[in-house]
């Protein structure tokens, strides 16, 4: 079930109205059924992976916690991980694995048949995955305890919000949470509807826009040359934030109607100085995840020079490899770490304080870097990054050709570029209020008239678009 469908707006208000109705102890078993029944309208068979991984690390928790030495928790903790990261391994890895391997003997003259399976990768099986890793986790290192009544963990685990795209959620957040007993709070539910428009506008307004511009580009690279793969980078860059926090937005704004606040995913990334800032800023969750689950236990930066290198560019390879079962995304991962080392080595240069003029400067070569990262990551194949890699320099020497030749391939109409400008003025003029103040509680604050005005601008940008179905979520394929 998509955020952005119409069965989405016939469920949520059914299960905001049921959630607030009956008693606090039945809360957790209409989340629960709330979520498998969000979950299941997508495929209802794959709905035994969900359940079977939560199944698997609540009683890992529960043996954990009566494991009477650190040598049965290690072995309880390593059990775990290979039952649930197998199941990931299956279904989103099985066949890039072993089209690696064909294509690696293939080079010492042995022929290998793969063996590749035809199986749907289950939309957000990455997400629950790593959630239920982290919770099992916690439990061995003692963080939390393990949760012994399997209907609120299994509810924590399916939160229907976050369930399929994020945020990637702690256990010490989320699940108290779940537990406690509340009541409806005015102000955080209307607080939780602004978020949901604002991620609408973002999803409709400009995410869903722009990416049928750039995938009509990246998807029939052949047809073109030039500076259109450059204006499709830039553009890929808006799209996938757009999406990716229009969907957190709409997700932590949903959870506050239940009176649950869900972690910020993003922080006004584009306004960026350096890589670790952005890294800080983008895809919170994630990047936290693997900060504490890969990083550090690797040794962090608490260790020599090289070997801290060397965990940071594994961390980013693995973060690269965990959105998809490709080399596409092993490369952006890796472009990602080398330029993480490449600022820590240095570090006294990039952390230098800058304001004005050098602030907005450091600000759009991060942005233009991080696009050209982007390319990687949209690329549907290593031999199309080749391509357009080659093809885009084609006519750069002709400056006012090469401009003109991208115009031309956009072919928007006059009053359709005014009101896309308009609309990415007011995504960043949002985002950088956002630095210094809570934009929607600012709003909120301001006379009704000038709230409602700002309210039927947004909806008015919102309603110009032309819709031709129902879009699906960027980070549902992962």
Known sequence: MLFNSIQFGIFLPIVFALYWIIPHKYRWA????ASYYFYMSWNAK????????????????LRLEKASSDKEKKVILAITAIVCLGVLFFFKYFNFFFESVSQIFSLFAIKLNPITLNVLLPVGISFYTFQTLSYVIDVYHGKVKAEHHFGYYAAFISFFPQLVAGPIERTSNLLPQIKSEKKFDYEQATYGMKLMAWGFFKKLAIADVFGFIVDGIFNYHYLYTGGV????????????????????????????LMGINLMTNFKSPYFS???????????ISLSTWFRD??????GGNRCSKPRRYFNLFV???????????NVTFILWGALHGVLQIIENFFAKFFKRESKGIVWWIRVIWMYLLVCFAWMFFRANSFSEIVWIFMATPDGISHPLTYLSTVIQNVDLKPI???????????LFAYDYASLKVDVIEYISKKKRIVRYLA????????????????ASFVYFQF
Not at 416 to 426: H, N
Not at 455 to 470: E, M, N, P
């Open 30 to 33: 209409l989340l629960f059924a």
């Open 315 to 325: 961390t980013f390879v693995v973060s690269g490899l965990w959105h998809g079962a």
């Open 455 to 470: 309210y039927t601008f947004v909806l008015a940008l919102i309603l110009w678009q032309r819709f031709d179905g129902v």
């Open 229 to 256: 793969f450059i204006l499709a980078s830039l553009l890929f860059g808006i799209q996938i934030y757009c999406d990716f926090s229009g969907y957190s937005d709409i997700a932590i704004g949903c959870a506050k």
């Open 273 to 283: 100085t350096t890589v670790g800032e952005f890294w800080r800023r983008w895809h």
């Open 293 to 298: 689950y890969v990083y550090i236990p690797l």
């Open 46 to 61: 794959y709905v035994f992976l969900i359940f079977g991984t939560t199944f698997v690390s609540y009683l890992a928790a």
């Open 416 to 426: 359709d570029g005014i009101i896309k400008l308009i609309t990415l003025i007011v």
